[in-house]
């Protein structure tokens, strides 16, 4: 859910390089697509078509109560999607960085505030866990 669909999906679309599902597009719903997964947006119109009124978010940000992880290829792919979340007016909620379980990994925010990671499945030479 989200203010701006359509701002939502530039900044994802840049982020990750995936394609517009248009077949699903409606006046309250945008989503990219990638490898038969996709990632949607939805207008606040869709808390009433859903049956979520009671779910509506407070005018300030929501909790964080759920949050997307995309798994990149490498470590470098992930330092660059970090770089291009800032330009595109992302930010860096905690920088890259080797997790417990051996993943070079970022928590990010979009330029609504919703949280997401990248991530990959190894670390950069040197780097320990």
Known sequence: MCRD???QLRFYAALLGWGEAVKSRSPIYRALEHEGVQFGFNAPDAY?????????????????TAYATFMLDTPAAV???V????????RV??????????QWQAVLADP??????VSCSTL???SAT
Do not use: N, S
Not at 48 to 63: F, G, N, Q, W, Y
């Open 83 to 90: 770089a291009q979340a800032i330009a595109l007016g992302g």
């Open 48 to 64: 009433v078509l859903l049956r979520l009124e009671d779910r509506t978010p407070a005018a300030e940000a929501p909790p964080i």
């Open 5 to 7: 669909i359509d701002a």
């Open 79 to 81: 330092d660059a999607a």
């Open 93 to 102: 909620l905690k920088p890259a960085y080797a997790t417990y379980y051996g």
């Open 124 to 126: 950069p030479p040197g």
């Open 112 to 117: 609504e505030q919703h949280v997401f990671r």
